[in-house]
């Protein structure tokens, strides 16, 4: 049973900033990728950032000069620092991971709950 657990989300003001996190749990051989989307009213979820677990990562042109996305491996731990919010930023944040339960297991995505930020003027 593999599970995702946000935390870090709430309200700030335009300028501000908030630090997600997300903890990985259950039996796990390894996180290929690990992750942020988001989702606006009516809209479909696209990405935020994503981080490979050798490190690479993976930005949406909106967020690439504002936010930083990490990783802890061995505490299955991914980070946003979202830095000089706006109010576009507004949204429901989802934590992805994309996982091996064994060596030769096929790849699985798992999402988290999801958790607001809400970005006022």
């Known amino acids: 049973q593999v599970q995702l657990v946000e935390s870090g989300g709430g309200l700030v003001q335009a300028g501000g900033s908030l630090r997600l996190s997300c903890a990985g749990s259950g039996s796990i051989y390894n996180i290929n990728t690990m992750g942020w989307y988001r989702q606006f009213p009516g809209k479909q979820r696209e990405l935020v950032a994503t981080m490979t677990s050798e490190g690479t990562p993976n930005y949406a042109d909106s967020v690439k000069d504002r936010f930083t996305i990490s990783r802890d491996n061995v505490r299955r731990m991914a980070y946003l620092q979202m830095n000089n919010m706006k109010p576009e930023d507004t949204a429901v944040y989802y934590c992805?991971?994309?996982?091996?339960?064994?060596?030769?297991?096929?790849?699985?995505?798992?999402w988290g709950q999801g958790t607001q930020v809400t970005v006022s003027s």
């Open positions: 992805n991971a994309v996982v091996l339960l064994t060596r030769m297991s096929v790849e699985r995505a798992y």
